[in-house]
């Protein structure tokens, strides 16, 4: 289980070495206050801009990735409470079509605020 900073955790995992799972975010977010929780899972589909696609590749300069991550996440607290949790993860590496390529989580005491 991720470690825990404010009810934020956000990183970058290669996916050839750690698949990444909305069940694990899932369980980060949920807590005994929170009535609410809502997953997000991005996917690798078969057609991008008119073009079969058989996979693709994701570079990532994990710093910034991280950086613009927390920034979004606490921009989201600032606006919907700090009881709100958040975990935003995303791969990098090579991943084939259907692979998983972000997953982001967000449990709060009410709907709206998920």
Known sequence: MPQDSNGIF???WD??????SAAE?????TAPPNGAETVFVGTVRHFNQGQN????SYDVFDPLA???F????????DKWGKDLRLYIVHGKGRLDIGGVSIIIAAGSPHRDEA
Not at 25 to 29: D, K, P
Not at 53 to 56: A, K, N, P, Q, R
């Open 53 to 56: 696609v058989l996979g693709v």
């Open 70 to 77: 927390l920034d979004i996440a606490g921009e989201a607290q």
């Open 10 to 12: 956000v990183d970058v």
């Open 15 to 20: 996916v050839a070495k750690t698949p990444l």
């Open 66 to 68: 991280k950086q613009s």
């Open 25 to 29: 975010g899932l369980a980060f977010v």
